[in-house]
């Protein structure tokens, strides 16, 4: 047996020799046909050049999958092997099966029929060089493999996978992943966090994808229809783009010399029902490539394009910021209840729109030798989303007299009571119409060349981006409105949300409600961003310690600027309220409220007509607030404070060391490397101040800076037996806060006491974690792995914002005030275990054998931040809990597949998290309660190039609840998610 690399462990049956090419990190095999047994670990484990170990000229190709493996060529000796060469999946069986028996081999033929499946329908190719099997088994078994040969810890969702799930976004794709976290709201996956920490990097291909002002991409804004795969990465290289401290998701696209040759269509057509907005969304891709064979090379061109539109709907009852009793609530309460704690205010409402992503993605790609590769390629990605969110309010802490009191069990937080007031009750009824508008474009120029001994790969990319927001907002109140009660925990609504009454109101008439005021607001967000790397790979010594050396250099430059603009306006007649019924579009009012059993109803105007009709809008708020200049204007004035321009340049190099040796008889390989990064830059914004005669002063305000940040990172693998491995890691990572944050700018409101600042800050320091990681993995059969990790992080400058008491000299003036701002927190300390089981159950006999099982937890007892709260808020339970981190997060997942039908059931749990610190109470912190769901999909394949579908999601209709401080001080309130049910057909020719 001759050892070859760090696979020195396995036994080889036969060995034959393959000249292998490196082609965009993947190797093509040629000129061979190999069986090889006793064999666990599919081929495509040699097929990843970040394995750890780097191929040469002429090695050896090892492949199995059960008790025999076929690595198939698609080339010369394997002509028959090609796609088309067999009239029906049973010749090609009889075929392979003769040339095992040749062999001397004993060929699984349930592995050899799923072969036979994938050469007929095309499916391997000639970049395909080894057994493809489609559907759950190969996409599990893509995902393990993956993860096994990969230097670092990372999880992966192929392809196969999120069209197999009613996934529709990056972030619902990866919500099942292991260590990840996700919020949900508006009806779809949100925000992620990476084994509790929210600072996750975004990158496209492996280079940084931004979104307007901030350091990462909505990976809601990325279709799932465009997926080639999806990797969450829970260490780094050295050679990965720096930008987070909790990990980093990796997006691939699709490239067209990845596909078969000649031309492929696909795509897919789906109608989602949403049981809320009681509307299907319809979604659609379509995906047309073309390879081909010319006197100057292969060629590929590729066209994938996706376009959804989806409605939603999400009915809310909640209630906000529990402060001390004060004002005219406080002067009612008798002298043993001054210090009653008492929510700001409550409201219920609903929150329903459309929203449109139309997604393209154009490669071309020329390969003119084996060695060289050239990609151009360019993406958009859009969101068009108009949202409606309406909601009925009353403030509580100051505004009215208290009677009929009932108290929490502890005696210290109002439960329920009455309000008076003869001046007017302060509740009313807000409505909110926002137009959202998102366009991310990126050109991206790739070239790779793999020669004997090392390879060059250069990018140059050009991206740019806007977030745009225009919303306008009309709060109307009733006439007369002067007694209320309420119940913060009552069983008339779900899960004890707040329940409120207004006695004598006629909810009904429009002539019971006055306009309070109009507001409307743009916010406009805009990068251009400029990429430009190469890097290289030197083979050094394939038989000795040091494998080879990569290295390379990436400068990056960031332009980024906001515009904000808002107004206010307060039309009266005769000094009183305008009628809603005399504001336009009031004859169009109509009724809004979430559709919750004993929620009030309400009317209002509808946010879409006082958009599209702001003309009108315009010319009502001239007349009856004359003397607000602000509506002189088409649009609301910019507001100087909130505007700014950045820019940032960045230029990192890095090199690294792949490394293998054996100790003690077991190989142990990795790679070992750093980073070193240097950042610079500006940023121009404005200061306002109140000067002598009592307007206000604004002056420019500038800022430069520069940092350097060095990332080591050391990555290790220990191979006990061919199925057991060892993984061991420490990385760094390091985020900037966002370029809003770092503005130089500062508002002193001299009238607030004590006097109040407002401000960015510029000398926020970069957040920084060292990670440790451990991880025992045991791989066997088919996609069937067991893995147990365990990880501790050590963040520091963790960012937070905070209202402090502190000296005003810095602003001009004497004495303390409050200073509200962004600030760095101390260190922290996040530790947390991992555990997981894939498999089929192919051992089992008959229909049994189809049967498959995965699940997966993570555990995080310890997820400390030194936020510098004072001694008494020290004693608060949770205090110094990270935000956003759940202790449990869990998934189990039930898979059945065969020829032409396949299921799987998934379920996943996240225990409760802290929203964030509320800053004027926070014992009576926000917290959102523990969340499940429990989703399903059945698929059916009648003829080999389609697939029908039926997915469901949220089947036992789990809402999200609410509470007030980790022991559950009082209910917060419940926001109901919808079910939604799926029916789609996706083809492919």
Request: negative net charge; without cysteine.
């Given at each position: 047996m001759q050892e070859i690399g760090r696979f020195s462990a396995f036994r080889f049956a036969e060995i034959r020799e393959t000249v292998c090419y490196k082609n965009n990190n993947a190797y093509k095999i040629r000129y061979t046909i190999s069986f090889c047994s006793d064999m666990t670990p599919p081929v495509e484990s040699l097929m990843n050049t970040t394995g750890g170990y780097v191929m040469t000229n002429k090695q050896y190709l090892w492949a199995g999958v059960g008790t025999v493996a076929l690595a198939i060529s698609v080339q010369a000796q394997a002509a028959q092997a090609q796609s088309g060469s067999y009239a029906s999946v049973e010749e090609c069986q009889a075929d392979l099966q003769a040339r095992a028996v040749a062999n001397g081999e004993a060929a699984d033929r349930a592995q050899v029929a799923a072969t036979c499946r994938s050469i007929v329908q095309g499916d391997l190719t000639d970049n395909s060089s080894a057994i493809i099997v489609r559907g759950v088994r190969g996409s599990v078994n893509a995902a393990i493999e993956n993860k096994r040969t990969s230097n670092q810890i990372v999880e992966t969702v192929v392809a196969e996978d999120v069209g197999k799930l009613p996934d529709n976004n990056v972030t619902e794709a990866i919500s099942r992943v292991t260590g990840v976290q996700i919020s949900r709201a508006r009806g779809e996956g949100e925000n992620v966090l990476i084994r509790g920490m929210p600072e996750v990097n975004t990158t496209i291909n492996g280079t940084g994808a931004n979104m307007g002002t901030g350091r990462s991409m909505g990976l809601n804004d990325i279709p799932a229809e465009l997926l080639k795969s999806v990797e969450v990465y829970k260490t780094r290289t050295a050679d990965q783009v720096e930008g987070s401290i909790g990990g980093t998701v990796n997006v691939e696209l699709r490239r067209p010399l990845d596909l078969k040759?000649?031309?492929?269509?696909?795509?897919?057509?789906?109608?989602?029902?949403?049981?809320?907005?009681?509307?299907?969304?319809?979604?659609?891709?379509?995906?047309?490539?073309?390879?081909?064979?010319?006197?100057?090379?292969?060629?590929?061109?590729?066209?994938?394009?996706?376009?959804?539109?989806?409605?939603?709907?999400?009915?809310?009852?909640?209630?906000?910021?529990?402060?001390?009793?004060?004002?005219?609530?406080?002067?009612?309460?008798?002298?043993?209840?001054?210090g009653l704690i008492i929510p700001y205010r409550a409201k219920y409402g609903v929150e329903d729109g459309v929203r449109k992503r139309p997604s393209v993605n154009l490669v071309a790609q020329w390969k003119p030798t084996d060695e060289l590769n050239f990609i151009l390629e360019g993406t958009y990605f859009g969101t068009r989303e108009k949202r409606n969110y309406s909601h009925t309010y009353m403030l509580l802490r100051d505004s009215a007299a208290l009677s009929d009191l009932t108290l929490t069990d502890d005696g210290r937080v109002l439960q329920a009571a009455t309000l008076t007031n003869e001046d007017g009750i302060p509740a009313g009824f807000d409505t909110i119409y926002n137009d959202f508008k998102r366009d991310y474009y990126a050109v991206n120029f790739e070239t790779h060349w793999q020669g004997e001994g090392g390879s060059i790969n250069a990018q140059v990319q050009y991206s740019w981006s806007n977030d745009d927001t225009y919303f306008v907002e009309s709060l109307s109140r009733p006439y007369g409105l002067s007694e209320a009660t309420i119940d913060f925990a009552s069983d008339k609504m779900p899960s004890g949300a707040p329940y409120i009454e207004f006695p004598g109101f006629d909810a009904g008439n429009i002539d019971s409600y006055g306009l309070e005021r109009f507001q409307d607001n743009q916010n406009d967000l805009s990068n251009k961003e400029f990429t430009a790397a190469v890097d290289f790979t030197v083979d050094v010594t394939p038989d000795g310690f040091w494998k080879s050396f990569q290295g390379g250099v990436r400068f990056n430059k960031r332009k980024v600027a906001k515009g904000y603009g808002y107004r206010d306006g307060l039309p009266r007649i005769d000094g009183e309220m305008t009628p809603l019924a005399d504001f336009p579009g009031g004859d169009l009012a109509q009724f809004y409220g979430p559709e919750v059993d004993g929620a009030q109803q309400w009317l209002a105007i509808p946010g879409s007509y006082l958009m599209s009709h702001m003309d009108d809008v315009l010319d009502y708020i001239r007349t009856y607030d004359p003397n607000n200049a602000a509506f002189d204007g088409a649009l609301p004035p910019a507001d100087s404070g909130q505007n700014f321009h950045s820019t940032e340049n960045s230029m990192a190099v890095f090199g690294q060391i792949f490394y293998g040796f054996e100790l003690g008889g077991i190989p142990i390989d990795g790679v070992a490397g750093a980073r070193l990064v240097n950042t610079w830059g500006d940023v121009r914004s404005v200061n306002f101040r109140p000067n002598e005669d009592g307007d206000v002063e604004i002056e420019d305000s500038y800022n430069k800076a520069s940092f350097i940040d060095v990332l080591p990172s050391i990555n290790a693998v220990a191979h006990f037996t061919p199925q057991l491995q060892l993984r061991l890691a420490y990385t760094t990572g390091v985020k900037r806060a966002d370029f809003y944050e770092l503005r130089p700018f500062y508002y002193v409101n001299t009238g607030a006491t004590p006097i109040r600042v407002d401000a960015g800050n510029p000398d926020l320091k970069a957040q920084k974690s060292d990670n440790y990681d451990i991880s025992l993995e045991y791989y066997f059969g088919r996609g069937g792995a067991l893995t147990f990790g365990a990880f501790v992080k050590k963040p520091s400058n963790y960012l937070y914002w905070e209202e402090r008491t502190e000296s005003l000299a810095p602003y001009g003036y004497a004495g303390e005030g409050t200073v509200a701002m962004q600030r760095n927190a101390g260190s922290g300390e996040f530790i947390g275990f991992e555990a997981a089981a894939t498999g089929f159950f192919e051992f089992l006999p008959g229909l049994l054998s189809n049967f498959g099982a995965s699940v997966n937890a993570t555990y995080i007892p310890r997820y400390k931040i030194d936020f510098p709260f004072d001694e008494a808020t020290s004693q608060i339970p949770g205090i110094f809990d990270a935000d956003g981190t759940s202790e449990w997060t869990g998934n189990a997942a039930l898979y059945y597949d065969s020829d032409k039908f396949s299921a799987r059931l998934a379920y996943n749990y996240r225990s409760k998290s802290r929203d964030g610190v509320w800053t004027g109470n926070p014992e009576f912190s926000h917290y959102t309660d523990a969340t499940s769901r429990f989703d399903a999909a059945i698929n059916y394949t009648p003829v080999s190039f389609m697939t029908l579908s039926l997915e469901g999601t949220n089947l036992l209709k789990n809402n999200t609840e609410m509470f007030f401080g980790k022991s559950n001080l009082l209910p917060r309130g419940i926001r109901v998610q919808a079910r939604t049910v799926q029916g789609s057909v996706r083809f492919r020719f």
């Open positions: 040759d000649g031309l492929t269509v696909a795509g897919s057509m789906r109608g989602s029902y949403d049981s809320q907005s009681d509307k299907v969304s319809p979604y659609g891709s379509l995906l047309l490539a073309d390879n081909f064979d010319t006197g100057i090379g292969e060629i590929g061109l590729l066209a994938n394009i996706s376009y959804t539109k989806a409605f939603y709907r999400e009915d809310f009852v909640d209630s906000e910021s529990p402060f001390t009793a004060s004002g005219i609530a406080l002067e009612s309460l008798p002298d043993n209840l001054k």
